[in-house]
C-alpha cells in the first residue's frame, strides 16, 4: 500500500505562485512514476505533469507546459511549481502514484483545492 499526502494549495492572484507538495509513504519502493492532475468543476480530470522514479524524465500537459516544473526528491516527495497562475488553474490537484512501470496510476491523494482570482 501507498499513502499520498498533497499539500501547498491556497488562495491567489492571478500571476501569483504557489508550489505543491505530495509526500507518499508506505511502500514507496514499489513506486515508479509519480504525476499531478487537476479536476475542475464539471471538466474531466487533466493531466498536469509526471516524472519518472529517479526524477530525470518530466512530462507535461499542454495547458501548462512552459509554466509548471515538477521534481522529485528521495523518490518519495515530488513537488509542483506553478509561478504566474491563471484563473483557468484552478482546480483541485491530485498527486498520483503508479506501482508498474506502465504508468497507471493506482494510488491517489485526496487533492488540495487551488483557486486563482483575476
Known amino acids: 500500500q501507498v499513502h499520498l499526502v498533497e499539500s501547498g494549495g491556497g488562495l491567489v492572484e492571478a500571476g501569483g505562485s504557489l508550489r505543491l507538495s505530495c509526500e507518499a509513504s508506505?511502500?514507496?519502493?514499489?513506486?515508479?512514476?509519480m504525476a499531478w492532475y487537476r479536476q475542475a468543476p464539471e471538466k474531466e480530470r487533466e493531466f498536469v505533469a509526471a516524472?519518472?522514479?529517479?526524477?530525470?524524465?518530466t512530462l507535461y500537459g499542454a495547458s501548462v507546459k512552459g509554466r509548471f516544473t515538477i521534481s522529485r526528491d528521495n523518490g518519495v516527495t515530488v513537488t509542483l511549481e506553478m509561478p504566474n497562475l491563471k484563473p483557468e488553474d484552478t482546480a483541485v490537484y491530485l498527486c498520483?502514484?503508479?506501482?508498474?512501470?506502465?504508468?497507471?496510476?493506482?494510488?491517489w491523494g485526496q487533492g488540495t483545492q487551488v483557486t486563482v482570482s483575476s
Open positions: 516524472i519518472n522514479r529517479d526524477g530525470e524524465r
Open positions: 498520483a502514484a503508479a506501482t508498474t512501470r506502465n504508468r497507471q496510476y493506482n494510488y
Open positions: 508506505g511502500r514507496t519502493d514499489q513506486i515508479y512514476d
